[in-house]
């Protein structure tokens, strides 16, 4: 009896070529194929069960790829560098650093990929963008798809506004290292921030993704009640888009958090 094999190397081909794998299979089955293809009964009864079987591998396999976006796997390494990072920020709250991790891994990586769709039409999102919804999952929560509360795509709306107003990303950028450098933060930290910052303002402004988290970041940082809050606010969320900052007395550097594999994140120091 003969091997037959049918190999289907993507949907469109499955869903173009189906004739020809029909016919293909028909005439290399064992049973279907030579002389019985001359017994008409056989081979209607053969022909129809091959279709219905078409038709149902058809609707798996559509099944299957719209399914597996859905379900995309969250890169480890991006795991385990953003509980780095975020137990950085944790480091002045033992509360906080103390609270058992829960499903912010996975919330963040959701609400992250809703964000893009949403902006970008998407959803190849970034590191810094999983680090930023990741952060805003654990603290304050964003359960319902919320930032800060509010609906994400609400706030969306209100980066869209702000980038209006500014006029561009590198305008928005350069006001909000001045808005920064304005503040009364008693480390330093502010104003060390926004020279640093200032040098290169093409990592916050060069990329459409890294354009909304600064806008994002300026505009959660600006609710905080006390100058000083605001200031840390910010840093904290642009941290995760620039890089390198100032948290206090203490320069951060995640630059190459999630760029060694099989082995646990570090966050360094810098000066």
Same mark, same amino acid.
């Given at each position: 009896? *003969?091997?037959?094999?049918?190999? =289907? *190397?993507?949907?469109?081909?499955?869903?173009? /070529?189906?004739? *020809?794998?029909?016919?293909?299979?028909?005439?290399?089955?064992?049973?279907? /194929?030579?002389?019985?293809?001359?017994?008409?009964?056989?081979? $209607?009864?053969?022909?129809?069960? =091959? $279709?219905?079987?078409?038709?149902?591998? &058809?609707?798996?396999?559509?099944?299957?790829?719209?399914?597996?976006?859905?379900?995309?796997?969250?890169?480890?390494?991006?795991?385990?560098?953003?509980?780095?990072?975020?137990?950085?920020?944790?480091?002045?709250?033992?509360?906080? !650093?103390?609270?058992?991790?829960? *499903?912010?891994?996975?919330? /963040?990586?959701?609400?992250?990929?809703?964000? $893009?769709?949403?902006?970008?039409?998407?959803?190849?999102?970034?590191?810094?963008?999983?680090?930023? &919804?990741?952060?805003?999952?654990?603290?304050?929560?964003? !359960?319902?798809? #919320?930032?800060?509360?509010?609906?994400?795509?609400?706030?969306?709306?209100?980066?869209?506004?702000?980038?209006?107003?500014?006029?561009?990303? @590198?305008? =928005?950028?350069?006001?909000?290292?001045?808005?920064?450098?304005?503040?009364?933060?008693? @480390?330093?930290?502010?104003?060390?921030?926004?020279?640093?910052?200032?040098?290169?303002?093409?990592?916050?402004?060069?990329? &459409?993704? @890294?354009?909304?988290?600064?806008?994002?970041?300026?505009?959660?940082?600006? @609710?905080?009640?006390?100058?000083?809050?605001?200031? #840390?606010?910010?840093?904290?969320?642009?941290?995760?888009?620039?890089?390198? !900052?100032?948290?206090?007395?203490?320069?951060?550097?995640? #630059?190459?958090?999630? #760029?060694?594999?099989?082995?646990?994140?570090?966050?360094?120091?810098?000066?």
């Amino acid at each position: 009896m *003969s091997d037959a094999r049918i190999t =289907l *190397s993507s949907p469109r081909e499955a869903r173009e /070529g189906g004739a *020809s794998v029909l016919s293909h299979f028909v005439r290399k089955h064992p049973i279907c /194929g030579g002389g019985v293809m001359g017994h008409s009964i056989v081979r $209607r009864r053969h022909l129809r069960a =091959l $279709r219905a079987g078409r038709n149902a591998l &058809f609707v798996l396999m559509g099944v299957l790829c719209f399914a597996l976006p859905a379900r995309a796997q969250i890169p480890p390494e991006w795991q385990a560098a953003a509980q780095a990072v975020i137990g950085e920020f944790e480091r002045d709250a033992p509360k906080m !650093a103390a609270y058992p991790w829960g *499903s912010e891994l996975r919330q /963040g990586w959701s609400l992250a990929r809703a964000w $893009r769709k949403h902006n970008n039409g998407n959803v190849e999102i970034i590191l810094a963008e999983y680090l930023t &919804f990741t952060a805003l999952c654990r603290a304050p929560g964003c !359960a319902g798809s #919320t930032i800060e509360g509010q609906p994400y795509v609400g706030m969306a709306q209100r980066v869209k506004a702000l980038h209006a107003e500014q006029g561009n990303p @590198t305008v =928005l950028a350069a006001n909000a290292h001045a808005w920064l450098a304005g503040l009364a933060d008693p @480390t330093g930290a502010a104003q060390k921030n926004a020279a640093l910052w200032n040098k290169d303002l093409d990592v916050a402004a060069a990329d &459409f993704a @890294t354009g909304n988290l600064y806008a994002l970041a300026w505009l959660i940082a600006r @609710t905080r009640p006390t100058p000083a809050e605001q200031a #840390t606010t910010f840093a904290r969320f642009a941290l995760l888009v620039q890089g390198r !900052a100032w948290l206090g007395a203490r320069c951060v550097d995640i #630059t190459k958090i999630a #760029t060694v594999l099989d082995a646990p994140p570090k966050v360094e120091s810098c000066s």
